[in-house]
């Protein structure tokens, strides 16, 4: 086989291999969000949960600070009673004093409901925050073991670019610019073999007078289709 050819065939898997090893590498972001999505979950779960505990414990400090307001208001009405002349005065200040006493009943089991609201949450939190302690903990993990891939893959990647250095050495210039161009506009698939009569770049079939002469591998040619660098893997070489 023409040396030439040879050493395109091998920059080509090379090249291949890089290829895949940088789409590993350009994988790592995406991996690492997606190993991060569980815990982004819980994290939103449990603020959902503080957010709503803190407005029951709002609810009950607005609740307390009414209570002492209308406790006064009992007191004062209470007092009065000494000042009542006539029985008419007195039971029109029972009723006042009846009905303040009913809005605090009412304003007590807001208190109680909004105690029981904010205590069910605060358990809700405390579950929360062990999930997310738990799954922080299998992130962590997770992560570490990607990051570990991706260096192991940066070390392989260094190792066949090093290769890829020794193999360019031996193809001549105009050689490689025109394997290089052919790698830019051909999605990175330069050197292709031509199977059965038909490129495996562009699936389109070679001339007959032209798979002859390239089944022999003594020259270089391109698919008059897809421009690519052709080759006929011979079973015997
Ligand atoms: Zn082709």
């Known amino acids: 086989m023409n040396k030439q050819l040879e050493h395109l065939i091998q920059l080509q898997q090379i090249d291949s291999k890089i290829r895949a090893i940088q789409r590993t590498i350009e994988d790592v972001p995406g991996k690492i969000t997606e190993v991060e999505s569980p815990l982004q979950d819980s994290q939103n779960v449990l603020n959902r949960i503080k957010q709503q505990h803190e407005a029951f414990e709002k609810k009950k400090r607005e609740k307390e600070r009414a209570l002492e307001d209308i406790n006064d208001k009992i007191n004062k009405l209470k007092m009065r009673t000494g000042e009542i002349k006539t029985n008419k005065e007195y039971q029109a200040l029972l009723k006042e004093i009846k009905a303040v006493e009913d809005a605090r009943s009412s304003i007590e089991d807001d208190i109680l409901s909004a105690m029981e609201d904010a205590d069910t949450l605060g358990k809700?939190?405390?579950?929360?925050?062990?999930?997310?302690?738990?799954?922080?903990?299998?992130?962590?993990?997770?992560k570490k073991?990607?990051?570990?891939?991706?260096?192991?893959?940066?070390?392989?990647?260094?190792?066949?670019?090093?290769?890829?250095?020794?193999?360019?050495e031996a193809v001549d210039s105009e050689v490689y610019d025109q394997y290089f161009m052919l790698l830019e506009i051909c999605g990175g698939?330069?050197?292709?073999?031509?199977?059965?009569?038909?490129?495996?770049?562009?699936?389109?079939?070679i001339p007959p007078q032209l798979f002859v002469e390239l089944k022999k591998n003594e020259e270089i040619y391109n698919c008059p289709q897809c421009r690519r660098i052709i080759f006929y893997k011979n079973s015997t070489s």
Do not use: P
């Open 145 to 168: 073991d990607i990051e570990n891939e991706k260096s192991e893959t940066e070390k392989e990647l260094l190792k066949v670019q090093g290769i890829r250095e020794k193999v360019i």
């Open 124 to 142: 809700q939190i405390k579950t929360e925050e062990q999930n997310y302690r738990a799954n922080k903990e299998k992130v962590e993990t997770l």
């Open 189 to 205: 698939l330069a050197v292709i073999e031509v199977k059965d009569e038909i490129c495996q770049g562009c699936n389109m079939n």
